[in-house]
Each structure stands twice: as structure tokens, then as C-alpha cells.
């Protein structure tokens, strides 16, 4: 199923008015993939809601949504690695009361941490890492349930990476932070498959030209990667109609 799936998602061709209406939360939406998920979603026809830690960047972004015709996006700045749990609720209460529902929710941001050998890696930074790649994501998901659930059919879609599937020398937190994102998913869509209207499933970018990539390989040429506008297919998939009934798989963005 897998494999069937991988390529519908690769290969999905989706309407232009495939999210017209639908409320979708990104994180991570100042750069990167999550930029580009945001615009993208937004020329879909979504109400998008811009997560991230820079106002600078999120302004930017909104402007870019704005020019080409888009639905003006909401902003919320947030920095996971110091955020209280009221700033979460206080969060989740202004998309009910502005929106009375959440349709959609990318979970893009993430941090790499430091590529270093388990039993020498930094106890500050493990902890961190683990904290902004997982603990964060867990917090925003519970506070945010209640708006999902008022949605007609909502979907939660996490990040993960191959290193999260299987473990690989020298990248620490990161791996780790991976493994416990694929468990958190599927633990939720079990909990959630026959019982909601909340699909939740994860996505692997793979090698994509990004800031985190380039960090990771620094020797590599970023020319010889895809861009995140080139892996956008199954990030629309699976916040649309046509996943509806796909519940607890973590899809590749990029064919092996």
C-alpha cells in the first residue's frame, strides 16, 4: 500500500480549488518548505495561517500570498523553544473564535541540532531539539483537537525524514525527535481513525533544497536537489478531499 500511495502522492494533480474555504495552520511558514506549503495552499484556495518565530519573514510571506490574489493569511508568532502553554491556548482560542473550526495542520518546523555521535552529544541541545521537533508539536496538536474536530474533515500532517524510519550514525536528536513523530502520528490516528473526523499522517520531504538540508550537507550542491515547489504535490494531497480516507502512513515526497 505504501508504494501505491507514495506515487499517488507524487503524482497528484490537484484542482486549483482544491482547498477553497479550508483553514490550514503552518508551521515553520517564514522559509523553507513551509513557506512554500503556505503559498501554495493559499493558491489552492486556503485561508492559511502563518506560524513561525520571525514577524519579518511572516510579513513577507503574507505580502507574497496578498500580491498573487490569495485570501489574507492570519500571523502568529511563536518560538517553541520558549513558549508557555498559555500562548499555545491563547493561540487555539483565537483560530475558534475567528474561524470557529481548523481544516488543516502542517507541522514543518524542526530543528537539526548538531550531527555528533550519541555518546558525545550536548545534553542542552538533545533536549532542545527534542523539545522544538516533538514536545511542541504534541502541545499544538492537543490545544488545536477542538478546532480540528469542528472541522467537516480535517487533517494533521507531521514531518518526518528517513532517518526517523531507521536509525543512522551521527544524527542524534534529530533521528531521535523522528522516531518519536512517527509514533506520535501513528498513536494518534489510531486513537482517531474510527472515531473522528481527523485523518493525521506524516510526510518525508526527503533531499530538498532548504537552509536544514544544506546545514546537514555542507559539501553538497544544492543545484543537484529539488526545490521545495518541486515536492509540493503530496503536501497537497494530503490536505485535501482525496485523502480522506488515508489514515496512519508516512508518504514520501521523493521516489528511492
Not at 83 to 107: K, T, V, W
Request: a negative charge; proline letters at 5%.
Amino acid at each position: 500500500m505504501t508504494d501505491n500511495l507514495n506515487q499517488t502522492a507524487q503524482q497528484y494533480d490537484a484542482p486549483q480549488d482544491l482547498l477553497k474555504d479550508k483553514v490550514i495552520l503552518v508551521t515553520g511558514a517564514g522559509d523553507g518548505i513551509g513557506k512554500t506549503a503556505a503559498l501554495t495552499y493559499a493558491a489552492h484556495g486556503a485561508q492559511v495561517i502563518l506560524l513561525g518565530r520571525t514577524q519579518k519573514k511572516l510579513e513577507a510571506v503574507y505580502d507574497e500570498i496578498v500580491e498573487a490574489g490569495g485570501a489574507r493569511p492570519s500571523i502568529a508568532v511563536m518560538d517553541f523553544r520558549t513558549a508557555q502553554p498559555d500562548e499555545y491556548q491563547n493561540l487555539a482560542n483565537s483560530i475558534e473564535e475567528e474561524f470557529g473550526r481548523l481544516d488543516g495542520l502542517l507541522h514543518n518546523a524542526g530543528r537539526l541540532g548538531e550531527r555528533a555521535p550519541i555518546d558525545q552529544y550536548p545534553v542542552g541541545t538533545f533536549m532542545e531539539v527534542m523539545h522544538i521537533n516533538v514536545n511542541a508539536q504534541f502541545v499544538l496538536t492537543r490545544v488545536l483537537f477542538p478546532a480540528l474536530k469542528q472541522a467537516p474533515s480535517a487533517s494533521i500532517v507531521f514531518t518526518s525524514s528517513g532517518v526517523g524510519r531507521k536509525g543512522r550514525a551521527y544524527w542524534g536528536a534529530y533521528a531521535v525527535s523522528k522516531f518519536a513523530t512517527e509514533g506520535l502520528m501513528e498513536t494518534l490516528a489510531d486513537e482517531q481513525g474510527e472515531v473522528s473526523n481527523v485523518r493525521v499522517n506524516c510526510i518525508n520531504p526527503g533531499a530538498t533544497r532548504t537552509n536544514m538540508r544544506a546545514a546537514a550537507y555542507p559539501g553538497e550542491d544544492p543545484e543537484s536537489l529539488k526545490t521545495p515547489q518541486d515536492i509540493m504535490a503530496p503536501y497537497l494531497y494530503l490536505m485535501g478531499e482525496d485523502s480522506s480516507d488515508t489514515n496512519g502512513q508516512s508518504i514520501d515526497c521523493q521516489s528511492k
